[in-house]
């Protein structure tokens, strides 16, 4: 499966990973899955891991992702996003939608390793 994730309603986390091609529609299919989720509530932080992530999604597609999750267009509503990315291509992708997105989370970071991104979520939610 090209999309998982998990919900720790505890610390109001959204833990999602992206493994080999992803296609946009997974992308959208995901984001609905999300949505409809009953775990998830009120503000979600997320940690976006992309390290296995091997399409690269085009500019107008990272867009259309980050305005799907507008609050307008979106019931979930999202804190922080810390997105995990260590080569090139999968650090770019990740800046690009952190640009994008900018507006849908309160603050957002690339970092390497899946411990940078808890420790940095962390300082984040007892900051925020």
Same mark, same amino acid.
């Given at each position: !499966?090209?999309?998982?994730?998990?919900?720790? %309603?505890? @610390?109001?986390?959204?833990?999602?990973?992206?493994?080999?091609?992803?296609? #946009?529609?997974?992308? !959208?299919?995901?984001?609905?899955?999300?949505?409809?989720? *009953? $775990?998830?509530?009120?503000? !979600?932080?997320?940690?976006?891991?992309?390290?296995?992530?091997? %399409?690269?999604?085009?500019?107008?597609?990272?867009?259309?992702?980050?305005?799907?999750?507008? *609050?307008? @267009?979106? *019931?979930?509503?999202?804190?922080?996003?810390?997105?995990?990315?260590?080569?090139?291509?999968?650090?770019?992708?990740?800046?690009? #939608?952190?640009?994008?997105?900018?507006?849908?989370? $309160?603050?957002?970071?690339?970092?390497?390793?899946?411990?940078?991104?808890?420790?940095?979520?962390?300082?984040?939610?007892?900051?925020?």
């Amino acid at each position: !499966m090209p999309i998982t994730y998990d919900i720790d %309603s505890a @610390r109001a986390l959204v833990r999602t990973t992206l493994t080999g091609f992803v296609t #946009f529609t997974e992308v !959208m299919d995901h984001f609905s899955a999300l949505e409809s989720d *009953p $775990r998830r509530s009120g503000t !979600m932080n997320v940690l976006l891991d992309i390290r296995g992530l091997t %399409s690269v999604p085009e500019t107008g597609q990272l867009r259309r992702a980050a305005n799907r999750i507008h *609050p307008d @267009r979106s *019931p979930l509503q999202y804190g922080v996003c810390a997105i995990v990315a260590t080569d090139p291509a999968s650090v770019g992708t990740g800046k690009l #939608f952190a640009v994008f997105a900018r507006e849908r989370f $309160r603050a957002s970071t690339i970092v390497a390793t899946l411990d940078a991104a808890e420790a940095w979520l962390a300082d984040a939610a007892s900051s925020g």
